[in-house]
Structure formats: structure tokens, C-alpha cells
């Protein structure tokens, strides 16, 4: 079986069969072409067990694709993206992702907090960046960052599809008591909704709104656990 054969069985959409005869060929040859071939049909298969909620090996698989993808660093840079998006799910599944090794997928890709700040500041700066970079990775469009008015302020605004979604961000290390949404009080709430009914008001906003919640959970430099609750009831006026 060589390469060729793999890509062919690749097409067809057989990617277990794809993904079964590839590894004993990147057992004996580990160079580029190999490589990105492997990643490939693993992804995929990792993609497809995911989608028909197959847990089996999906650990395995990625911590293999991780390991392949940190040897290669930036020349890899397009199959780090995608395995981010797919490290946000397995993390949300409970799926040991190492989230050591995890974190450093996430170098160059989102900024690094002040360090001058004190620490629970550099925490919400990193938190609100993965948000945002989570949200792309579900397909939005980011339309404001730290949104200001005044006194009044939105984490971040993103377009769903057709919908202006409003978006509070709340992190929280992984030693916290408290979940991070339980921060999201009434007195919290009250506040969000005037600023979300300002910014309505002054960009005219005619689309549907909806107003979402992310938990962040982690420590600097370690890969965080998301938690997205959408379409929260909040009132608008």
C-alpha cells in the first residue's frame, strides 16, 4: 500500500480504511509528505468518531496529531488551526487533551496577556481572547472586542449567521469554588442589558439579538475547558 493508495482511499471516503493503511507507512517514513498525509486521514477519522459520538481512541488520535503537529511548528500552521477547533470539543467532552502540550497550539495564535497587569486581569484578558477565538472557530464574524460606551461595556459582540449575539465572558482558574457563570447575577444582568439595549440604540441594530454566557476555565499557558451557554433570557427594553 503506498501513499497514492491511501489518498485514493481518502476520496472514496473510506477514512477509517485510509486512516488504517496509513500508519504502518508513517511507522517506517516520517518525512513532510508522509506527515501532513497522516495528519489528514487522522483528523478526518477523529472528525467522523466525533460527529457519530464513537468515543473510542479519540485521545490517542489527537494527542498522536498534536505530537506530530508541535514537531513541525509554523510550517504546520494550517493543521494547527484545525486541530484547535477540534481540541475545544474534545476538551468540552471531557477528553484528556494533555492540556500541557494543548496550550501550545494556541502560541502565536492568540495574544499574550500584560504581564504588567496583576493576575486575575491577565485571566479575563486571556479569557475573553479564547472566547473570541472560540467563536470564530463555530463559524462567527467578530464584530467588536471590550465594547465601550461611557460606563458601559459588552466583552464581545460576534454575528451568528443572521444574529447579533452579545457575549459575556467569565474566567475562572480551575481551583475557583465558584463556576464562572454563577458571577453572572442579577446585578450583572441589569447591567448588561442597558448596555446591550445602548448598543442597540446607537448602531440601530435591526437584527435579531440573542445574548450568550462563555465560561473560560484554565490557568495561563495551559489549554481551558469553554463552556458556551446560549440564547440566555435577558430582557431588552
Avoid at 509554523?74 to 476538551?91: H, I, P, V, W
Avoid at 464574524?141 to 444574529?163: A, C, F, N, Y
Avoid at 445602548?198 to 495561563?220: A, M, P, T, W
Amino acid at each position: 500500500m503506498s501513499i497514492s493508495d491511501v489518498q485514493s482511499l481518502y476520496l472514496k471516503g473510506d477514512v477509517e480504511g485510509a486512516y488504517g493503511a496509513m500508519l504502518p507507512i508513517y511507522a517506517d517514513d516520517h518525512g513532510e509528505y508522509a506527515s501532513r498525509m497522516m495528519f489528514k486521514v487522522a483528523l478526518a477519522v477523529l472528525e467522523k468518531r466525533l460527529e457519530n459520538n464513537d468515543l473510542s481512541e479519540l485521545s490517542k488520535i489527537y494527542r498522536a496529531l498534536l505530537r506530530l503537529v508541535l514537531r513541525y511548528g509554523n510550517e504546520m500552521y494550517a493543521e494547527r488551526q484545525a486541530l484547535l477547533k477540534t481540541a475545544f470539543q474534545l476538551s468540552a467532552l471531557g477528553i484528556d487533551i494533555d492540556s500541557k502540550n494543548s496550550g501550545l497550539l494556541l502560541d502565536g495564535i492568540i495574544s499574550i496577556p500584560d504581564v504588567a497587569l496583576p493576575l486575575h486581569l491577565q485571566m479575563g484578558q486571556w479569557g475573553e481572547t479564547v472566547a473570541a477565538l472560540y467563536l470564530q472557530y463555530q463559524g462567527c464574524r467578530l464584530i467588536e472586542h471590550d465594547w465601550k460606551s461611557s460606563h458601559r461595556d459588552i466583552d464581545l459582540i460576534v454575528m451568528d449567521g443572521q444574529t447579533i449575539v452579545f457575549v459575556e465572558v467569565k474566567t475562572r482558574n480551575t481551583h475557583s469554588l465558584q463556576s464562572p457563570e454563577q458571577a453572572v447575577n442579577y446585578t450583572k444582568i441589569c447591567r448588561l442589558r442597558k448596555s446591550i439595549h445602548h448598543y442597540v440604540k446607537q448602531h440601530r441594530v435591526c437584527s435579531n439579538i440573542r445574548f450568550d454566557i462563555i465560561s473560560v476555565i484554565g490557568e495561563l499557558g495551559l489549554f481551558p475547558l469553554v463552556r458556551h451557554l446560549k440564547d440566555v433570557p435577558i430582557m431588552i427594553r
